[in-house]
């Protein structure tokens, strides 16, 4: 990690006005890289770990310095690239090109194994890049809050009469990502258990406001979702514990779950604490990562299987995402049908596929300034831009009684095709006018409509079969540098794990001049046009309208 070039200072992002850099956009890039480590925000500082397991900002303390001194220098007509957490050079290209170009952990197909990269990693040549960790626009839980949230609500209308008030949501993991289940289950009124095996991790997220109350222990998680959904109150109940042990444990007492998810980090067997003792188990990790690595396929196995045994017991089960159920495959367990579809859906088949037929998905921006106000002027804006749309209504309304902002000052909304380049608009138009004191950050994750490949997750179950066609995210990389973004990314392995999905980054930059404004035109255009095309070619109607609706060229003879 070489940790003799760690700063002195624990980095944080800079607040307000004063450049360090020579653009706005190099400026906003090394913001976004501090934000990323803040150890507020990040999961394990002093490695330069942001989420998901061992996803990172850079490689090591030497290239983020690298990293930092390459943007301070960084001339309004030149390009940094970045390789896997490494700057490796600087090019001259145009002021509406890129500041940076950034390709994490990608392998040559047939190498692109967990057991290859690792080898990679040991030798200093790669790092896992994560989704928005090594892309630097990762906003904390909130990054994907309302899109667990926009789940919730979907099975809400789908199961419970648009509801979840009187329903219990069982689910596993506190990590970055994961703390989001808890407040989307009583944002959406229900109740919510969640099971995590690190005790400190369960304190953090009821010090941030993501769970409620931490349960003494199962008895008293019982009580209390008892009291709850009895009173159909949404609250959220953290349990230390793990889920491999308490959920065949509910099984066995006959508890009957309403719902039950996960979201714990499966895709990397190292990052998923198997049942035990938590400190033989850590220290385990450290002395036989190949033991390590066998317990934690065998929890997998016995977590995924009680899903499967509630989801028989009547629980709408759903996977969110980190790849639990093709572990599971791997350690023996049957997780298919005789089709070959998964016995429980993903997320994105189950739930929000018509969103992406739409163009919809984490759309999100952040402000340089540090100043909360600023995104609370953005919030304003957004609710006059879009005065029918009240589900982002009760989301605004929701998150800003709800959410804390830690880091810089973020908001995440679902946007689709042509409410993003709508709204990027109005928020230049804001930083011009000076109602927010510095320019604003625009990005997504990159779980979204058009930018990902992931047959276990994001495009599982494509309609036409295409689940594992990397040439989308290819093309949207692509696209979006030529079409004038600020920083763009190219990603293998993110949220399932090396070798199970590409996917692609953007970030633009609202300065608030005309010339910007023009870029984000275009940008905001093409990027969640990706998705349009993508579901369109895949056969679904409902992107197809979408097209013909809003004048998105798609081609046909």
Same mark, same amino acid.
Not at 269 to 298: C, H, S, T
């Given at each position: 990690? !070489?940790?003799?070039? $760690? ?26 890289? &501090? ?17 998901? #397991? ?17 943007? $301070? ?122 099971? &995590? ?74 990052? !998923? ?46 996977? !969110?995402?980190?790849?639990?159920? #093709?572990?599971?495959? $791997?350690? #023996? ?68 009684? $709800? ?13 689709? !095709? ?39 997750? &994001? ?35 993110? @949220? ?15 300065? @608030? ?15 969640? @046009?990706? #998705? ?26």
């Amino acid at each position: 990690m !070489y940790y003799e070039y $760690k700063p002195t200072e624990t980095v944080r992002a800079q607040h307000g006005t004063t450049l360090r850099c020579k653009t706005w956009e190099a400026e906003a890039a090394l913001r976004m890289l &501090e934000n990323n480590l803040d150890p507020a925000v990040s999961l394990v500082y002093d490695e330069l770990i942001v989420y998901g #397991g061992a996803g990172r900002a850079a490689r090591n303390w030497k290239e983020y310095q690298t990293i930092v001194s390459t943007l $301070k220098n960084l001339e309004a007509d030149e390009t940094m690239l970045v390789q896997s957490g490494k700057a490796v050079g600087v090019i001259r290209t145009w002021a509406h090109a890129p500041r940076v170009l950034i390709a994490n952990s990608n392998i040559v197909p047939a190498w692109s194994t967990q057991e290859y990269f690792d080898e990679l990693d040991k030798l200093g040549l790669m790092m896992y890049g994560q989704m928005t960790a090594g892309s630097w626009i990762y906003i904390a839980t909130q990054g994907i809050l309302q899109g667990t949230y926009e789940t919730f609500a979907a099975v809400a209308d789908k199961h419970f009469g648009g509801t979840l008030a009187g329903t219990v949501t069982i689910t596993a993991g506190l990590g970055g990502m994961s703390g989001a289940q808890p407040l989307a289950v009583t944002m959406n009124d229900g109740v919510c258990l969640v099971i &995590e095996p690190i005790d400190a991790r369960v304190k953090q997220k009821v010090r941030e406001g993501y769970v409620d109350e931490q349960a003494r222990d199962l008895d008293h998680a019982l009580e209390l979702l008892a009291q709850y959904k009895q009173a159909r109150q949404g609250w959220s109940i953290g349990l230390t514990g793990n889920a491999a042990t308490v959920l065949p444990e509910l099984l066995a007492r006959g508890y009957k779950a309403d719902i039950v998810t996960d979201q714990t980090s499966a895709h990397d067997l190292m990052d !998923y604490i198997p049942e035990g003792d938590i400190e033989q188990v850590l220290q385990l990790r450290k002395d036989n990562p190949e033991e390590f690595k066998r317990q934690a396929l065998a929890s997998i196995v016995k977590h995924c299987q009680a899903i499967i045994d509630m989801q028989a017991g009547g629980a709408v089960a759903l996977d !969110y995402g980190n790849n639990l159920r #093709g572990q599971a495959e $791997k350690g #023996g367990l049957r997780v298919r049908d005789e089709h070959g579809q998964f016995l429980y859906p993903g997320f994105v088949p189950g739930y929000i596929r018509p969103l992406f037929c739409e163009g919809k998905g984490p759309f999100r921006w952040a402000a340089l300034s540090g100043d909360p106000q600023d995104i609370l002027r953005i919030d304003r804006a957004l609710l006059e831009t879009f005065p029918d749309n009240q589900m982002l209504r009760r989301w605004i309304e929701k998150a800003q009684a $709800k959410l804390p902002f830690i880091g810089l000052p973020a908001r995440v909304c679902w946007l689709g !095709y042509g409410e993003r380049e709508k709204f990027g608009l109005v928020i230049n138009d804001l930083v011009a006018r000076g109602e927010v004191s510095a320019p604003i950050v625009i990005g997504r994750d990159h779980l979204d409509c058009g930018s990902v490949a992931s047959p276990n997750r &994001e495009t599982e179950g494509m309609k036409d079969g295409s689940d594992a066609v990397a040439d989308w995210p290819l093309l949207n990389a692509l696209a979006n540098t030529a079409s004038g973004a600020d920083w763009v990314s190219l990603h293998n392995g993110g @949220g399932v794990g090396i070798g199970n999905s590409t996917h692609a980054g953007m970030v633009i930059v609202a300065t @608030g001049t005309p010339e910007k404004a023009e870029r984000l035109r275009r940008v905001l255009t093409t990027d969640p @046009g990706m #998705g349009v095309f993508r579901h369109a070619d895949a056969g679904y109607e409902l992107a197809q309208r979408v097209a013909q609706e809003r004048g998105v060229k798609i081609l046909r003879i």
